[in-house]
């Protein structure tokens, strides 16, 4: 039976109605039709669904919608300012040459977020490791870490959140 619930994605609240076993990833891109999370492997692996709830990176493929009522979550819509400016994650990304199919590339940037939000200046080790969860199938990651680690330079610059 569906049951009406209020979510706060990109600072806008969505009053959905949905199945209490329905997934965060599905009712953001069928619901809310925030088709920037990428559905990938559906199960937890690939981490192409990732998005920010308070913050922090989940995944959205193993979280139910219900559970996120009360929470703030970001997507990569969310990152982008209102003039239409980019967040410096993107920029970079896009900088960087760290886009090949983009299919990766939501989770990815919003995973590096959470990463830069907590230190703006990790080292090569630290961006490998934040970003073990996301798999990407085209780049070899060369790029995407040169890219987390310009944004990061960036963000301590120009105090970008
Ligand atoms: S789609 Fe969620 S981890 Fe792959
Ligand atoms: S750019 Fe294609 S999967 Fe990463």
Request: with cysteine; glycine share 12%; proline share 4%.
């Amino acid at each position: 039976m569906k049951q009406l619930i209020a979510l706060t994605i990109n600072g806008r609240v969505f009053e959905l109605p949905v199945d209490p076993r329905d997934l965060l990833v599905d009712v953001i891109r069928k619901k809310a039709g925030l088709t920037g999370t990428k559905k990938g492997c559906g199960q937890g692996d690939c981490g192409a669904c990732t998005v920010l709830a308070d913050g922090s990176p989940v995944l959205s493929c193993l979280t139910l919608a219900v559970a996120c009522q009360g929470k703030k979550i970001t997507t990569i819509e969310g990152l982008v300012e209102n003039s239409g400016r980019l967040h410096p994650v993107q920029q970079a990304f896009v900088d960087h040459g760290a886009v090949q199919c983009g299919f990766c590339t939501p989770g990815m940037i919003l995973t590096a977020k959470a990463l830069l939000d907590k230190n703006p200046r990790p080292g090569e080790k630290e961006i490998k490791r934040g970003i073990s969860g996301n798999i990407c199938r085209c780049t070899g990651y060369k790029k995407i870490v040169e890219a987390i680690f310009a944004a990061g330079e960036a963000i301590a610059k120009e105090g970008v959140k």
